[in-house]
């Protein structure tokens, strides 16, 4: 709820949006970046700790980096003594 509070607020509805596509996923979905009119979304995400690096598939520096800040000063999902990787979260829900 937190992360998608977070998006509303640097993507508010009926807001000009921009995408820069950098790929196709296995299953045909299109990978890519949006910027609102303030800068990456993604970054964003990850910098204040709404989003998490998948590192099997992003091996990008600066998103790991981004990342990194969130950790050590404890901000969104970050704030969890014990905070669950989602691919691992849907992987214990399949059961």
Do not use: I
């Not at 910098?47 to 980096?65: C, D, I, K, M």
């Not at 800040?69 to 691919?87: D, E």
Request: aromatic share 8%; charged share 20%; net charge positive.
């Amino acid at each position: 709820m937190a992360a998608r509070d977070f998006l509303r607020l640097l993507c508010p509805l009926g807001r000009q949006t921009r995408l820069t596509q950098t790929g196709k996923d296995r299953y045909g979905r299109t990978l890519g970046d949006v910027d609102c009119g303030s800068g990456s979304a993604q970054q964003a995400m990850l910098r204040n700790g709404h989003a998490w690096v998948y590192p099997t598939f992003s091996g990008e520096r600066a998103l790991v980096q981004l990342q990194g800040h969130a950790q050590r000063n404890r901000l969104g999902l970050w704030k969890s003594a014990a905070p669950v990787a989602p691919w691992t979260f849907r992987k214990k829900q399949r059961g």
